[in-house]
Nanobody, 124 residues
Framework: QVRLVESGGGPVQAGASLRLSCTIS???????MAWFRQAPGKEREGVAN????????YYSDSVRGRFTISQDVAKNTLYLDISSLKPEDTAMYYC??????????????????WGRGTQVTVSS
């Protein structure tokens, strides 16, 4: 069983930067990892995706240029660096893992392992 645990969220001021982390218990047949977010009353949005054994990364149009996804395989950790935070970035951020290679911005149905999320709240 693959377990994902997110951390790093919290209340921040607009314009600040933040790093979210996701530790994974094991890379058992994991091919892609991603970050999603869900704001109150909105659908879950895939924001960034990285192939596990590849350098390719993908971003949604809404975050490209401000969000950076990366991984440290030796530390079993996935990261999401967010710069120039905006109030509209307020959401629960989820880490997810897939057993298939997902090309392009992440889509929830492609990911079978999920963390419980970490809340990011941006105040103006």
């Amino acid at each position: 069983q693959v377990r994902l645990v997110e951390s790093g969220g919290g209340p921040v001021q607009a314009g600040a930067s933040l790093r979210l982390s996701c530790t994974i218990s094991a890379y058992s047949n994991i091919k892609s990892m991603a970050w999603f977010r869900q704001a109150p009353g909105k659908e879950r949005e895939g924001v960034a995706n990285i192939l596990h054994d590849d350098v390719r990364r993908y971003y949604s149009d809404s975050v490209r240029g401000r969000f950076t996804i990366s991984q440290d395989v030796a530390k079993n950790t996935l990261y999401l660096d967010i710069s120039s935070l905006k109030p509209e970035d307020t959401a629960m951020y989820y880490c997810a893992a897939s057993t298939i290679k997902v090309f392009g911005p992440p889509r929830a149905p492609d990911f079978i392992y999920w963390g419980r999320g970490t809340q990011v709240t941006v105040s103006s």
